[in-house]
């Protein structure tokens, strides 16, 4: 990570022990015990939506527990192009991939304001191998990662505009409000689908026309579903 990212980031020390999003994180699980091994501090960090978080092959000095926004990882392929490969929320760990190889495999980029912390791999890598409940916790999360990698290249990436688009609408439903849905910029959404940010624009406006949702705030970036099975029949 560039140095001056990392200072103008910086907000302080994390506290693990009453982390709003602890039952989410790598140490839901932890005791007085576990605690007692992290002796590295746990670094409080806040980006700016469009900020980026490290880039690709970058070398790792840490993973990051995402606690509120959301971050974007980006790769560019072999043409040249720029692909989303996956969008974290909260209680997700970015860059885990480091662990094992030491170098990050994509950009990591805040698509919001975001919060985190940075928790150093050597933390890690100690805990891992004297917490059982660490290493069951890092295990969870490499299962959930190859679950939600192949669930979003299963379900954004073939099909129709339309069919990609739906997909991607039910999968952006708020986890408190599942009528409410955060979108970002079409052309965000175009990297991810492999559609051209018009071609989002279009399909976009094509469902708030049929009734399948309507947007809430002025930006286009919220939207509620008003009938999902308008949704659901074309995303399949």
């Given at each position: ?16 022990r ?31 939506a ?110 129709t ?13 708020h ?24 071609t ?37």
């Amino acid at each position: 990570m560039i140095a001056i990212q990392t200072q103008s980031a910086w907000r302080g020390t994390s506290d693990c022990r009453s982390c709003a999003i602890r039952e989410l994180a790598l140490f839901s699980q932890f005791t007085e015990k576990d605690f007692a091994l992290i002796h590295a501090p746990i670094d409080d960090l806040a980006y700016r939506a469009h900020q980026v978080l490290f880039n690709e092959g970058d070398e790792a000095g840490g993973i990051f527990t995402l606690r509120s926004g959301m971050v974007k990882l980006t790769r560019i392929t072999g043409d040249g192009r720029r692909r989303i490969l996956r969008l974290l929320r909260p209680g997700d760990v970015v860059g885990l991939e480091a662990l094992a190889t030491g170098r990050y495999d994509s950009e990591a980029a805040a698509l919001t304001d975001i919060t985190l912390c940075r928790i150093p791999t050597e933390v890690v890598h100690r805990l891992n191998q004297n917490s059982p409940r660490m290493h069951a916790g890092l295990l969870d999360k490499w299962q959930k990662v190859l679950r939600e990698a192949d669930d979003w290249l299963a379900s954004i990436n073939f099909g129709t505009a339309r069919q990609r688009v739906s997909h991607l609408i039910l999968k952006m439903r708020h986890t408190t409000d599942p009528a409410i849905v955060t979108l970002f910029s079409r052309e965000d959404m175009g990297a991810m689908m492999d559609l051209k940010h018009e071609t989002v624009s279009r399909e976009i406006s094509a469902l708030v026309k049929t009734g399948a949702v309507k947007p809430v705030d002025t930006l286009g970036r919220l939207y509620r579903i008003l009938d999902e099975s308008l949704l659901v029949p074309a995303a399949h």
